[in-house]
Each structure stands twice: as C-alpha cells, then as structure tokens.
C-alpha cells in the first residue's frame, strides 16, 4: 500500500510530517555527504531537487484542486 494513498488511513497532516521529516533527511544527510566528499555543486543540486520534489508532491496532493478565484460577484 502506498503511503499517499486515499485508503491509508493517515490524517493529512501525518502526511505532512512524513514529507516534511523525509526531505529534511535525505536532502540534508546526501548534501552533507556530497559537500563532505568534495562534491559542493552534486549536494547543491541533491539538495535543491529534493526541496523542488517536496513542493511538487504538496502541489499535486493538497494544492492541485483548491480554487484560487475570487467570487464572481462583488
């Protein structure tokens, strides 16, 4: 079973904090270790897509269908 499905019976915040706990974890531990072995620009980019593909699965799981508009009136 898949973590971001519907079924999974996790509150949408403990998804949040699954997300928010896993990019900080990898993205600072391979940049660490990128920057530690002489790689600066590799954990720069590691970083960076991590951080990149966090705001991307907020975007496609919370954000996609919520209506920016104002109302038609007014």
């Known amino acids: 079973m898949w973590i971001l499905d519907a079924d999974a ?3 949408g915040w403990a998804l949040g904090v699954v997300l928010l706990a896993g990019t900080i974890s990898v993205a600072g531990v391979t940049d660490y270790l990128l920057t530690g072995a002489g790689y600066d620009i590799a954990g720069t ?7 990149a593909g966090a705001l991307a699965t907020v975007w496609v799981v919370w954000l996609r269908d919520i209506e920016f508009t104002g109302p038609e009136s007014g």
């Open 45 to 51: 980019a590691v970083w960076a897509l991590c951080y």
């Open 9 to 11: 019976g996790l509150p």
